[in-house]
């Protein structure tokens, strides 16, 4: 199986995050989900939008850039 979702995920963060979005991501995924990256299914991404969401809204102040990462991260599958 690809690691398409993850892929996907990674991308979008990363437009925020930088070099730490794979890490980022790879946590949320472990901890939450307790799955690897490559096992993440499509009903999965709209788990992972809400868990991206609370520790983004910890980084930033900006309301809007969080709304935009996860209104993205809900697109993967829609």
């Known amino acids: 199986?690809?690691?398409v979702y993850y892929t996907k995920i990674v991308a979008i963060i990363s437009e925020s995050l930088g070099p730490a979005s794979e890490r980022f991501?790879?946590?949320?995924i472990?901890?939450?989900l307790e799955k690897k990256p490559e096992?993440?299914?499509?009903e999965?991404?709209?788990?992972m939008a809400e868990w991206?969401?609370?520790?983004l809204n910890l980084?930033?102040?900006?309301?809007?850039?969080v709304d935009d990462v996860v209104n993205r991260i809900y697109a993967i599958v829609s």
């Open 39 to 42: 096992d993440l299914t499509k």
């Open 52 to 55: 991206i969401r609370a520790p």
């Open 30 to 32: 472990s901890f939450h």
């Open 25 to 28: 991501v790879n946590r949320q």
């Open 59 to 65: 980084l930033t102040s900006d309301t809007s850039l």
């Open 1 to 3: 199986m690809t690691a």
């Open 44 to 47: 999965d991404v709209t788990k």
